[in-house]
């Protein structure tokens, strides 16, 4: 029953509905071995996947090293127009992709994630490659927190408060050469860890990527902490992106490897979806997804929708990244 029923730009990042979950159940299991196969012949799909994640370890609490990092100082420069959204929503409520499609997913399965050791790799047009452990990492550069926005493409909106390191700083302390024009970003590969790795649909690990402008911008920030605690694992521990002007699927998670470059990275969802999800994917209300409209979003843990903001409400901070520019499609 090996048969691809629908091309991968055909899984809409959206809302997931309790169809487009089965469609991606099925997706996984395609491309599971025999096994999974013939649980999907007899039409146990759902049940085998979850057996899976059902065999693993239950979770044993790990003492988080960096805990006693938090809280750090808030910088006041950035401002919400709106409430934080409630913390345990934001736990419960994610978009990570290794660990299943459904928003509920992260919260379940991504405690199988090891966050120590952790290394970040360093690399390409660098003057000097490395590798530096993220403790090492997080001494090495002043933590701050911000209120930031966060917008998915699917039409959902948050605010949180984020602890980490301001983008420009790492770059500065990564040293790129001048031949540098773009910062590659690629999260954890590890299948033991995260089944949907196997599925063949995404070119894993994901991958994203910012210019050297962009990631140079002060909004660019590489989260470590939310709500004043190290990250949660479904939420992209130890360390993962915040770029709050654009569409959240840019702000990779559980990042392994920064590798500075010439040439723009072939990023997995432009690579799942080239016609719907772009390298730049600036937020943009006049410009739809190609299946929905992007006027408007649904304030996550409100009883509320609101007019979407160019560039998510950060234009002063970043219309500047994009003159000369208007040729490229900076809004999808
Ligand atoms: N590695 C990885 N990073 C990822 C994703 C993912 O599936 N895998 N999803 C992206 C999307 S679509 C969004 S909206 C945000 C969600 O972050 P949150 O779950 O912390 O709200 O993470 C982004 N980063
Ligand atoms: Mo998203």
Redesign the pocket.
């Known amino acids: 029953m090996l048969i691809r029923r629908t091309p991968s730009w055909a899984i809409p ?1 959206r809302e997931a509905t309790p169809e487009h979950v089965a469609l991606n159940r099925r997706h996984f299991m395609a491309a599971g071995a025999g096994v999974a196969a013939a649980a999907f012949e007899a039409g146990e799909a759902r049940a085998g996947l979850f057996d899976i994640f059902k065999a693993k370890e239950p979770p044993k609490p790990e003492p988080d090293p960096s805990a006693g990092l938090y809280p750090v100082k808030r910088n006041d420069a950035y401002r919400l127009d709106r409430a934080v959204t409630p913390e345990a929503i ?1 736990l419960g ?6 660990f299943g499609t459904d928003k509920s997913d ?1 919260a379940q399965n991504a405690h199988a994630l090891r966050l120590r050791p952790w290394t970040v790799k360093i690399g390409g047009l660098v003057e000097t490659p490395r590798e530096v452990g993220i403790d090492d990492l997080l001494k090495a550069l002043p933590l701050e927190e911000r209120l930031y926005r ?1 917008r ?3 039409a959902w909106g ?1 605010a949180l408060p984020w602890s980490g390191i301001p983008m420009k700083d790492f770059v500065a302390w990564a040293k790129p050469l001048g031949s540098a024009k773009y910062v590659a970003m690629k ?1 954890f590969l590890d299948t033991g860890v995260a089944p949907y790795q196997a599925s063949p649909y995404y070119e894993w ?2 991958t ?1 990527g910012l210019t050297m402008a962009e990631a140079t911008n002060e909004l660019a920030f590489l989260a470590t902490g ?1 709500y004043g605690k190290p990250l949660p694992k ?3 521990a130890p360390i ?2 915040a770029a709050p002007w654009k ?8 990042i392994v490897s920064f590798e500075f470059v010439e040439k723009r990275p072939r990023t ?2 432009e690579a799942a979806g080239p016609s719907e999800y772009g390298f730049w994917a600036n937020v943009n209300p006049q410009v739809p997804h190609p299946r929905w409209s992007q006027a408007q979003e649904r304030v996550l843990g409100a009883n509320e929708r609101r007019p979407t903001l160019l560039f998510n409400g950060y234009a002063e901070q970043v219309a500047g990244l994009y003159k000369g520019l208007e040729g490229e499609k900076l809004y999808m």
């Open positions: 990042e934001n409520y994610n978009n990570f992709y290794e992260p966060h998915c493409v699917e948050m999260t690990p994901y994203e939310a479904q939420m992209g993962r992106l569409y959240g699927f840019k702000s990779i998670k559980s997995l969802w």
